[in-house]
Antibody
C-alpha cells in the first residue's frame, strides 16, 4: 500500500525550533516530488513548497521562502519540514503529499501533523 | 503569482441535486496543471480531478471537471451524503510553483 505517515502532534513555545517528518512507503520514494501544505485552524489550504528526494531539489512558495526549510533523506524515505524559530502564527495542521508523476496534483496525502505554538 | 478565486463561497443543495463549482484564475493556467480536491472535516484532502478533467483513481463518474484558460468547473451530477464537504482547486504554473483557491463549502440544504 502506498502511504505517507507523518510524525505526531507537537506543542512548542515561540522561538523554539522544530522538524516534522513524513515517511513514504509502498513506492519508489526517490522518483516522486513531495509537497507540504499548511492549513491554519478553520482556514483553507496553502501550498508551501516541494522537494524531489532523488536530488534534493526544492521549490518554495514566495509566502514561505526563508520561513521554513523543506528537505528529504532518500536513505530513510523521509521528507521533512523545519523551522528555526517558531511563531504563534505557525500554529496549524501541516500535510505532506506526493505529487503525481508528470503532473502537479497531489495524489497521496499524509494524515497531517498538528503544530501548536504557544507561550 | 497566480491567484485562484472559487465561487460560490458556500453552496447549499440537497442530496441528488447537481452541484457546479467554479474556479477562476487571475491569469491563464495550463489545463494540465489544474486539480480539484475534496476535504471532509477532520480529514486530509483527497484528489478528485487532475489535468482539469481526468478523474483520479477510484473517483466515481458523478464527478467531472472542465474548463481552460482562466475558467474551470467541477460538476457533481448527483450529490451523495459524503459529497457535502469543502472543495479546493489547485493550479501550478512556471517553476513548479502552485497555489490553492480559498475553497467552496458544499452544505446540505
Amino acid at each position: 500500500e502506498v502511504q505517507l505517515v507523518q510524525s505526531g502532534a507537537e506543542v512548542k513555545k515561540p522561538g523554539e525550533s522544530l522538524k516534522i517528518s513524513c515517511k513514504g512507503s509502498g513506492y519508489s520514494f526517490i522518483n516522486y516530488w513531495i509537497g507540504w501544505v499548511r492549513q491554519m485552524p478553520g482556514k483553507g489550504l496553502e501550498w508551501m513548497g516541494i522537494v524531489y528526494p532523488g536530488d534534493s531539489d526544492s521549490r518554495y512558495s514566495p509566502s514561505f521562502e526563508g520561513q521554513v526549510t523543506i528537505s528529504a533523506d532518500k536513505s530513510t524515505s523521509t521528507a521533512s519540514l523545519q523551522w528555526s524559530s517558531l511563531k504563534a502564527s505557525d500554529t496549524a495542521m501541516y500535510y505532506c503529499a506526493r505529487q503525481l508523476r508528470g503532473e502537479s496534483a497531489f495524489d497521496i496525502w499524509g494524515q497531517g501533523t498538528m503544530v501548536t505554538v504557544s507561550s | 503569482e497566480i491567484v485562484l478565486t472559487q465561487s460560490p463561497g458556500t453552496l447549499s443543495l440537497s442530496p441528488g441535486e447537481r452541484a457546479t463549482l467554479s474556479c477562476r484564475a487571475s491569469q491563464s493556467v495550463s489545463s494540465s496543471y489544474l486539480a480539484w480536491y475534496r476535504q471532509k472535516p477532520g480529514q486530509a484532502p483527497r484528489l478528485l480531478i487532475y489535468g482539469a478533467s481526468i478523474r483520479a483513481t477510484g473517483i466515481p463518474d458523478r464527478f467531472s471537471g472542465s474548463g481552460s484558460g482562466t475558467d474551470f468547473t467541477l460538476t457533481i451530477s448527483r450529490l451523495e451524503p459524503e459529497d457535502f464537504a469543502v472543495y479546493y482547486c489547485q493550479q501550478c504554473g512556471s517553476s513548479s510553483l502552485c497555489s490553492f483557491g480559498q475553497g467552496t463549502k458544499l452544505e446540505i440544504k
